[in-house]
């Protein structure tokens, strides 16, 4: 990989590694970006998603106590993003901020000029949403948010394996949609790491095992944290698409949007226009009457990638434009697994 220039970086996450079916994605993204050379962690935020806040904010800790000592974190909101809603029985929602959210605007304010900062929201988008609300003069600054997210279809099931545990929500997106609604209105550029490019890699238990083996202490240990959450994706049957081949490993979600941050050239992706249609609810399919929204970006929405860096910035921060990612290069997985079996910078 070509020597980059250093890209700051502030991740808003919801890790849960070590818990109970606790998901170890967000240890690895935070992993690899500690390992990148041209990455600085500006700061972190524990955000609720597949975990309350408080939990949320013991993992980060866990990781700075043990391997990170310079880890800054800020903590971040409790709940769903609040709007004035107009009811009667809650006329009046006030939208407050939190650490999180002044920290990040801190980090922006001290941005040196021409420098800017890339958001990794790798939980619910809450905290980012209240920045963009309550600090717009600071969106230049911003070099883009890259979430987890998104689908190129309602049709296209966040499943895997062949039971039927094995669907999944579009937890980012579906624990706070108006927050994304806020972030897709903003002029900002936001990057879509949603389910079609998750799929294109695994972490099998060979690689935990080489982990373990091989690696510094941070990733070992997320590899012995990663045990749980193995055993529950063996549980969900065969792998999708594949009915004769056993699942031994997982898909590293929150792990692609740290690549994409850290190496752009890994990954294929184009500008596509965003919505969020209302449909049946696809992880209730026994259920009648019960619709969620989707957060979409159609093939058939593609753009056109400008060849003027400026224009091409302009179409980025265009309300409703995301970049979607599609796939990734051949070497992405072995280069990937070097970066985690690095010592930490």
């Known amino acids: 990989m070509a020597k980059r220039k250093t890209i700051k970086v502030w991740i808003d996450t919801d890790p849960t590694f070590g818990d109970p079916n606790g998901d170890c994605d967000d240890g690895y993204c935070i992993i690899a970006l500690e390992h990148a050379k041209n990455i600085e962690i500006v700061g ?29 974190i800020a903590i971040g909101a409790e709940d769903v993003l609040a709007l004035n ?38 939980g619910s988008l809450v905290n980012v949403a209240t920045l963009l609300i309550m600090h717009p003069e600071l969106t230049d600054k911003i070099e883009s948010v890259v979430v987890v997210a998104g689908r190129y279809d309602h049709t296209q099931q966040f499943k895997f394996g062949t039971n039927p ?24 550029k936001t990057v879509l790491a949603g389910v079609e490019v998750s799929q294109t890699m695994w972490i099998y238990k060979s690689d935990l095992d080489l ?9 070992q240990y997320m ?22 081949i056993p699942i031994h490993g997982f898909h590293p979600f929150d792990l692609f949007a740290g690549g994409f ?47 003027s860096k400026k224009k091409e910035e302009k179409l980025a921060k ?18 990937m697994i070097k970066l985690l079996l690095k010592s930490q910078k």
């Open 44 to 72: 972190t935020s524990p955000v609720f998603g597949n975990t309350t806040t408080a939990n949320a904010y013991a993992k980060l800790r866990d990781l700075k106590d043990m391997f990170y000592p310079n880890l800054p």
């Open 85 to 122: 809603n107009h009811k009667k029985e809650a006329s009046f929602i006030k939208t407050e901020t939190s650490p999180a959210v002044e920290a990040m605007a801190t980090a922006l304010t001290d941005l040196k000029n021409g420098q800017k900062m890339t958001i990794a929201a790798i």
């Open 165 to 188: 545990g094995g669907i999944f929500r579009d937890l980012n997106f579906d624990v706070d949609p108006a927050a994304f609604y806020v972030l897709l209105n903003a002029p900002v």
């Open 211 to 219: 982990f373990k083996k091989k690696g510094s202490t941070d990733i």
């Open 223 to 244: 590899a012995e944290q990663s045990a749980d959450w193995l055993a529950l994706w063996e549980s969900f049957g065969n792998e999708i698409n594949h009915p004769k």
């Open 261 to 307: 941050i850290i190496n752009p050239d890994w990954f294929k992706g184009e500008y596509r226009m965003a919505s969020t249609p209302v449909f049946p609810d696809d992880t209730l399919p026994d259920e009648t009457n019960v619709y969620k929204p989707y957060l979409v970006a159609p093939p058939e929405t593609c753009m056109k990638t400008p060849r």
């Open 318 to 335: 265009t309300p409703g434009v995301v970049y979607y990612l599609e796939s990734v290069t051949s070497d992405y997985k072995k280069d």
